[in-house]
């Protein structure tokens, strides 16, 4: 009977002693969203007046940008150099979702447009962009247009 019991008591305690994982409240990201936001904003300004190596900026060091025709181009100057067939045509990115995967990195979702005299299909699609926090803002680590 003390077994049957003893059983008992530890099969009703076992889920409580269980490790429970730690519950975090939700981040308030908007403040990065904002900034990721200007990001986004400060790039494509760049491009439309012909600041390439101002549109590179927003990446970081070793940053990354795959073209259309998946080229990689690796560094600011590489990029830099690969966005200037861009010049005279103007740019459109808008941001549709910010993943975040911890505070300081987030993977960004949107759609980009190009228009211009010597625009070639395709003229819009989608991109996805790993943004890492470096100092206290925010830069481009790896960029990939669809």
Avoid at 36 to 42: A, F, N, V
């Amino acid at each position: 009977m003390h077994l049957t019991i003893g059983l008992l008591a530890l099969l009703l305690a076992a889920p409580a002693m269980q490790s429970k994982p730690n519950v975090v409240g939700k981040v308030d990201h908007t403040a990065d969203e904002t900034a990721i936001q200007k990001l986004t904003t400060d790039f494509v300004d760049a491009i439309n007046k012909g600041d390439f190596k101002g549109a590179a900026a927003t990446y970081d060091a070793d940053g990354a940008y795959f073209s259309i025709d998946g080229e990689k181009h690796t560094g600011v100057n590489d990029i830099a150099e690969s966005f200037s067939h861009l010049a005279g045509i103007k740019v459109a990115l808008k941001v549709t979702n910010i993943h975040w995967v911890n505070p300081d990195v987030a993977v960004v979702q949107g759609t980009w447009q190009v228009s211009g005299q010597d625009v070639q299909p395709p003229d819009h699609g989608d991109y996805m962009a790993v943004i890492k926090k470096v100092g206290r803002g925010w830069k481009y680590a790896e960029v990939r247009p669809w």
